[in-house]
């Protein structure tokens, strides 16, 4: 068997696809920042947006996107540091491979409605 727990040192294959799939997620968690703000921007313009150029609607969402902003970079720096640290001390574990799949398909489906909107 090839795991931690039984003391045989895990395959190289696997550390590099972890390293590789680690940095995908953190590309993607920068990434997914200006593009969901985009689409919140296009959602409260469609919902509640009244076609003024500087209106108070878009100081509305001058606001709104300040705030998402600082929000999503801490979300962004958590899952970069967090998910490294979490790697590197549960690697080839259930629980990382499950960490790093809802990771990725929860960035990749903000990403797909972020295109859709």
Do not use: C
Not at 84 to 106: D, G, I, M, P, Q
């Amino acid at each position: 068997m090839n795991s931690q727990a039984d003391g045989a040192k895990p395959a190289v294959w696997r550390m590099i696809l972890v390293a590789l799939l680690w940095a995908l997620s953190a590309v993607l968690s920068v990434v997914m920042i200006p593009t969901t703000l985009d689409a919140v921007t296009r959602i409260f313009a469609a919902f509640w947006g009244d076609g003024g150029v500087f209106g108070r609607d878009y100081w509305n969402i001058v606001m709104i996107r300040q705030l998402l902003t600082a929000v999503m970079a801490v979300l962004a720096v958590a899952i970069i540091v967090g998910g490294a640290e979490y790697h590197v001390r549960a690697f080839n574990t259930e629980r990382s491979w499950k960490l790093l799949t809802n990771t990725l398909a929860l960035e990749v489906a903000l990403l797909l409605v972020a295109v859709v909107v």
